[in-house]
T-cell receptor, first 116, second 113 residues
Framework: NAGVTQTPKFRILKIGQSMTLQCAQD?????MYWYRQDPGMGLKLIYY???????DKGEVPNGYNVSRSTTEDFPLRLELAAPSQTSVYFC???????????????FGNGTRLTVT | AQSVTQLGSHVSVSEGALVLLRCNYS??????LFWYVQYPNQGLQLLLK??????LVKGINGFEAEFKKSETSFHLTKPSAHMSDAAEYFC???????????FGTGTRLLVSP
């Protein structure tokens, strides 16, 4: 099993450029998440999705957009890149039944993004 | 609102020494608690989790954690550190009925020979 796959691994953007971070999982998980990780700040939730066609904002959604057209894919879009978006981005997924919230997250290996 | 506090951004131990990483949580309802480990240039991996039942939870690689409701703590321990334990460790909390995990700021464990 591939698990959660993120592409690209690294990317350098100029201010104002746009890009899409790709995330795909092959575990048929219904829940998917995007986090950003900054030194000393832990992980902050950007967006999440509880199933195809359903997305919601996390703690730090400004400057980002997501879509979930299939169960497998959950791309993260940056429309106008800013230096504050320099970070490591992690996609994660889990399978959860109604009322059960103890399933662990499965993480991808991350995308390291630099905006200059 | 749920939150997690990890005391100490860096912890240094000698190989063979006890590892103790501290985590305190805040939650308005009984929480689910997790410890994750992150090795360099990798994503996070689950070490262990507490849901209900036994308060002492055993995880992978010899780690364990004890849920203490009276102290709102979920500290991570390992009796004897190994060089391969050097990594960053994250405590996380999730509340019943909510599907979002809130992470602490992480503790980097350094192991010296």
């Amino acid at each position: 099993n591939a698990g959660v796959t993120q592409t690209p691994k690294f990317r350098i953007l100029k201010i104002g450029q746009s890009m899409t971070l790709q995330c795909a999982q092959d575990m048929n998980h219904n829940y998917m998440y995007w986090y950003r990780q900054d030194p000393g700040m832990g992980l902050k939730l950007i967006y999440y999705s509880v199933g195809a066609g359903i997305t919601d904002k996390g703690e730090v959604p400004n400057g980002y957009n997501v879509s979930r057209s299939t169960t497998e894919d959950f791309p993260l879009r940056l429309e106008l890149a800013a230096p504050s978006q320099t970070s490591v981005y992690f996609c994660a997924s889990k399978h959860t039944q109604r009322g059960a919230n103890n399933s662990p997250l499965h993480f991808g290996n991350g995308t390291r993004l630099t905006v200059t | 609102a749920q939150s997690v506090t990890q005391l100490g951004s860096h912890v240094s131990v000698s190989e063979g020494a006890l590892v103790l990483l501290r985590c305190n949580y805040s939650s308005s309802v009984p929480p689910y608690l997790f410890w994750y480990v992150q090795y360099p240039n990798q994503g996070l991996q689950l070490l262990l989790k507490y849901t209900t039942g036994a308060t002492l939870v055993k995880g992978i690689n010899g780690f364990e954690a004890e849920f203490k409701k009276s102290e709102t703590s979920f500290h991570l321990t390992k009796p004897s550190a190994h060089m391969s334990d050097a990594a960053e460790y994250f405590c996380a909390v999730s509340e019943t009925g909510f599907q979002k995990l809130v992470f602490g700021t992480g503790t980097r464990l350094l192991v010296s020979p």
